[in-house]
């Protein structure tokens, strides 16, 4: 075929009547996506008339072009061709093109008309060459969904400007899926972007309406100045909120849980999620519940309820969240994914995330690109969530959008997902409750992300005492000026006969009367019988309490046996074969056990009792330190086994997943999922410990002070690599001084675990025993592999957790004049240097657990030496890091009295490592060396 222009084409035998049909559908497929024809084809469809709108033509009707065109001998002798017509048809669908593309650019969407966009040249008939007397010509209309494949110019155009210019501004021609940009065509253009509402639900939007203005207006009047975060401005969130819901209901969803900042949270308390306004008034008035622990600001706190709905109850869950903004959505799709996998249900159709956004926020914050990222991974896909944003177009309190962004719009970070953006002007109600519907059946329909971007304003400033003049005086003379959106429907509702002025009125002096009683005002709310987690037996117990956790030794050495077991078409790769090979000989009893077959027996134990495990990280399925190899990969087919799935038909469930390379979504993920499922072993494991500080909002907002503000139990546990083997700066801590710092009220645990069966004991407790507090978890890299970190089967079977363990060298105690507390791989170091220096009067204890500190225990294993005058903490850490600072108070309230405490260990650094590994030898020998009173 030769290139060249479109006449020479035409002119050639592959253009003749008979591939028509051929051709036309390698055009639509060109149209869908250029590459997927020849070169030679490319080079022919990019000479027809174009307008570089993009490709996604309307095409299925482009046939008649073709045909039209074709040298057909027969049909020209019957037809004749006005190449005009034919090429303007090509420019209708264009046009069409043009308005699904970029109709959002000009559709109408701030409510206060303070936008300033330029006219889209695309969106003009001029600029496809069509003028006024082709307003009352036919043509066809492709794809487009309305009317039955032709009409009239002037009425298509008319339609397009209805459909994609009106107070929705449809976002989706980023989509690549053919399929999903119909299934949004079919939605919005046979309607023209309108739904059509009867009088019950113009009235429930109405109601929608006064109620989130009337509580603002009440709480401004009866508590002048406090700090609310008004809704005001953006009130259609109220009903959209509904309207999902209900929505959600008509899908099957059984449980709603939401995330949201602190702007109109207060208003969803009341108006969505029932809470008593009595009980909020009282908030206002500064009483709390003595039972809480330190508390938090009522704009922070979540709630539980359920809400009735035509297809069936939804149980709604507020998640709590800190003024951080933004880190609660992938806390709230980590809940989603408990609540999911509690119920079995693998695509998300029973449970439904809605997170709420700030328009700066959502740009502004990497966590909103992690946690899009990690919408559709196998560990922490949630079958799409819907993303609304807030968008009073002021970013924090003050800046304008040129400051807080340089993308066109907010909710450019959603593309990264192909997720559907639909912009509506918060001033329609109607128009919030359409896409508020369509928003939530392409969730169903796809299992994907969508997002609303609610444009509205903020009628007052950043809070009530602030004054927004200041800085945005042309926008605050506007919205002076401007009527509420429950005025504007109210005017509209009264003008389409729906109600008249008294009925409004009546409304709103009914929803002033409820506050006033205090009581319930949302109707459809129920109390609780949704929720299937009884929380109960894990409220008020501490970390001391004994707990019966021991597996007998047949059991043990059953299951040993059992997570050795791969079928043997499953070909593993040698290093990991031979490993498997040592773990037979452990389960058999002729190898001591190592850490990795240690911590898969406390998973198989765990999984034999039925409880679920769930471990996620960066290379969590084999481990990063190659020990664990939990999940196997086939040499010959890469497919993947996992022994631990296949202990026996009543099993847990087990779930490991490489996750994204993220850490702050990551755990907030796990803490969501902690938080919601309280009845099996949630972890995740850094990579290295250092990556942690990634999630360090999640470690200080969520983990450590959950419980104390928010009364949230949370039993996550988190590995973190932690230890000095000369890796340099990165690599070598878990900054362990951080937890440590964060440890009060018994909030967590730090643990340093020290051989494979204080690992095993240590995640069994965890599980067996009912308290749900986190685990952090300064786990070994190098003891992973040590000859003397092994332990016996029997000290699995017969032992618990100890969290001091004492001297295990036969030395006199008399003999003894100075005692070294230490933790972790150090213990071994400072053991191998006295057995070779031979010292007897050295005694070593390893203390596993840092916090809670274990008074008691150390007091019994300190009994042999009340004569000792001299006692050291031996660490790797430098001296302002590790846990010199923040537990030596406890060393000393540990240690007999007039006996003397100092400190062997690195020099004070700003770094926590050196990055030279002789220098890192001669630290670590003189380290050992101090601490043993050697010279
Ligand atoms: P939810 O399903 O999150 O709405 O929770 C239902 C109820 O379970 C809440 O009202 C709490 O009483 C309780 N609950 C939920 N999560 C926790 C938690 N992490 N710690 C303690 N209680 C919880």
Redesign the pocket.
């Known amino acids: 075929m030769q290139q060249g222009s479109l006449k020479a084409w035409q002119a050639s035998s592959h253009f003749a009547g008979a591939n028509a049909a051929y051709i036309e559908e390698l055009y639509e497929a060109y149209l869908d996506d250029p590459n997927a024809v020849s070169e030679e084809w490319q080079a022919i469809f990019a000479e027809l008339p174009s307008q570089g709108v993009g490709t996604d033509v309307a095409h299925s009707r482009i046939r008649d072009y073709f045909r039209a065109t074709a040298l057909d001998s027969n049909r020209s002798k019957t037809t004749t061709v006005d190449p005009e017509v034919t090429e303007k048809q090509v420019r209708v669908l264009q046009l069409i093109n043009a308005f699904r593309f970029r109709g959002h650019q000009n559709a109408n969407l701030d409510p206060l008309g303070l936008w300033q966009r330029e006219p889209v040249a695309e969106l003009d008939l001029a600029h496809h060459g069509l003028t006024e007397d082709d307003l009352g010509r036919e043509f066809n209309t492709g794809s487009y969904a309305l009317g039955n494949g032709t009409m009239k110019l002037g009425e298509l155009f008319n339609s397009l400007k209805a459909t994609y210019c009106g107070p929705i501004g449809a976002e989706y021609m980023h989509i690549t899926s053919t399929e999903e940009k119909r299934w949004l065509q079919q939605r919005l253009e046979p309607v023209m972007g309108q739904g059509s509402y009867d009088a019950d639900t113009k009235k429930r939007i109405l109601a929608g309406l006064n109620a989130a203005e009337g509580l603002e207006k009440y709480l401004g009047a009866k508590f002048p100045g406090a700090k609310r975060f008004s809704l005001e401005g953006g009130d259609a969130m109220i009903p959209m909120m509904r309207e999902l819901i209900y929505r959600a209901g008509d899908q099957g969803a059984k449980?709603v849980v939401v995330g949201m900042a602190h702007r109109g949270r207060l208003n969803m308390l009341v108006n969505i999620l029932g809470k008593k306004p009595g009980d909020l008034f009282d908030e206002f008035a500064g009483k709390h519940d003595e039972a809480l622990g330190s508390g938090d600001v009522k704009y922070h706190q979540g709630f539980?309820s359920d809400f009735a709905t035509p297809g069936g109850n939804v149980?709604?869950?507020l998640a709590f969240n800190p003024s951080h903004l933004e880190i609660v959505s992938p806390v709230v799709m980590g809940?989603v994914r408990a609540?999911m996998d509690r119920r079995n249900c693998e695509t998300g159709k029973l449970v439904m995330p809605i997170t709420i956004h700030g328009d700066s926020a959502i740009t502004g914050q990497g966590i909103v690109q992690e946690t899009f990222n990690m919408s559709q991974t196998r560990g922490f896909k949630v079958g799409g969530a819907i993303r609304i944003v807030v968008n009073n177009q002021v970013g924090f309190t003050t800046s304008n959008p040129e400051d807080t962004r340089s993308t066109e719009y907010c909710t450019d970070i959603a593309k990264m997902v192909q997720a559907p953006v639909l912009h509506v002007n918060a001033d329609d109600p109607e128009a919030v409750a359409f896409v508020a519907q369509l928003a939530v059946d392409f969730r169903y329909e796809f299992g994907r992300d969508v997002v609303i971007d609610l444009i509205c304003y903020r009628r007052h400033g950043h809070n009530e005492a602030d004054e927004p003049n200041a800085t945005q005086p042309l926008m605050y003379q506007k919205i002076k000026k401007h009527p509420t959106p429950r005025k504007i429907y109210a005017d509209r509702l009264i003008e389409q006969g729906v109600m008249n002025a008294e009925e409004v009125t009546e409304q709103i002096n009914t929803y002033r009367e409820q506050l006033d009683q205090g009581e319930c005002v949302v109707p459809e709310w129920r109390t609780?019988t949704e929720?299937s987690?009884d929380?109960t037996p894990?409220?008020g117990h501490d970390w001391d309490e004994s707990w019966d956790s021991q597996v007998g030794l047949d059991k043990l050495k059953a299951l040993a046996t059992s997570i050795c077991e791969v079928p043997e078409s499953h070909k593993l790769q040698s290093r990991v074969a031979k490993i498997y090979k040592d773990r037979e000989a452990m389960a058999a009893g002729d190898k001591p056990l190592d850490w990795g077959m240690a911590e898969t027996l406390a998973y198989a134990t765990l999984l034999d009792s039925g409880y679920r495990v769930r471990l996620t990280g960066q290379d969590s399925g084999r481990g990063t330190f190659f020990h664990r190899h939990a999940v196997l990969h086939n040499q010959d087919n890469a497919t993947t086994y996992m022994p631990l799935r296949h202990l026996g038909e009543h099993q847990g469930p087990i779930e490991i997943f490489d996750s994204v390379l993220s850490e702050a979504a990551v755990l907030a993920f796990e803490y969501g999922y902690a938080?919601?499922e309280?009845s099996g072993l949630t972890m995740w494991e850094a990579q290295f410990g250092d990556f942690a500080n990634g999630a360090q909002v999640v470690i200080d907002q969520f983990l450590s002070s959950g419980e104390q503000k928010w009364?949230?139990?949370?039993g996550l546990t988190l590995l973190l690599p932690h230890g000095y083997e000369g890796q340099g700066p990165e690599h070598s801590s878990a900054r362990l001084e951080r937890f440590l710092q964060l440890c009060a009220d018994h909030n967590m645990q730090v643990v340093v675990p020290s051989t494979p069966a204080q690992v095993y004991h240590m995640l069994r407790r965890q599980v067996v025993r009912p308290m749900?507090r986190p685990l952090v978890v300064m786990s070994p890299k190098s003891l992973l592999r040590h000859p003397m970190a092994v332990s016996s089967l029997e000290e699995l079977a017969l032992g618990d957790f100890q969290n001091v363990i004492g001297e295990l060298d036969e030395l006199d105690p008399a003999k003894v004049d100075r005692v070294v507390f230490c933790s972790g791989k150090v213990y071994f170091e400072l053991l191998e240097k006295r057995r070779r220096e031979e010292l007897t009067n050295v005694a070593l204890i390893r203390i596993e657990q840092l916090y809670p500190f274990p008074h008691a225990e150390m007091a019994q294993v300190l009994e042999a030496y009340q004569h000792v005058k001299e006692f050291v903490w031996c660490q790797e850490e430098p001296q302002n890091q590790g846990a010199w600072y923040c537990s030596q108070h406890h060393f000393w309230q540990a240690i007999p009295a007039g006996a003397n405490l100092t400190y062997a260990g690195r020099e004070a650094s700003a770094a926590p490592a050196c990055g030279y590994v002789s220098v890192h030898n001669k630290q670590q020998q003189a380290l050992v060396n101090a601490a043993l009173g050697l010279n």
């Open positions: 449980e539980s149980h709604l869950a809940s609540r609780m929720h987690v929380w894990y409220l938080t919601a309280p009364g949230r139990l949370c749900r």
